[in-house]
């Protein structure tokens, strides 16, 4: 199982980023995603999963209304739109196989996002 982050980068408040997740060596299309993030200094926090059709989606509140989590099951890839960036959104952003309720069995190494102007 192989699970690739992008897309990350620095962008001033106010801007927006689309992170993608490849996925190799399962069955995407059977399993839940999540997007976790964690900031400097701070512990893993949930942003977003979405389920394995990509017709269920659950955010945190700290993100609802900002973000959008999709899927293409055709290409094994998640992204994260992440829209209205904030300088509290600076993170390291990693996609995770499954959700909170079932566990994460495997994760991607991460990609930075840096709000900043």
């Known amino acids: 199982v192989q699970l690739v982050e992008s897309g990350g980068g620095t962008v001033q408040p106010g801007g927006s980023l689309r992170l993608s997740c490849a996925a190799s060596g399962f069955t995407f299309s059977n399993y839940y995603m999540t997007w976790v993030r964690q900031a400097p200094g701070k512990g893993l926090e949930w942003v977003s999963s979405i389920n394995s059709g990509g017709g269920t989606t659950n955010y945190a509140d700290s993100v609802k209304g900002r973000f959008t989590i999709s899927r293409d099951n055709a290409k094994n890839t998640m992204y994260v739109q992440m829209n209205s960036l904030k300088p509290e959104d600076t993170a390291v952003y990693y996609c995770?196989?499954?959700?909170?309720?079932?566990?994460?069995?495997?994760w991607g190494q991460g990609t930075q996002v840096t709000v900043s102007s």
């Open positions: 995770a196989k499954g959700n909170s309720i079932i566990g994460y069995d495997y």
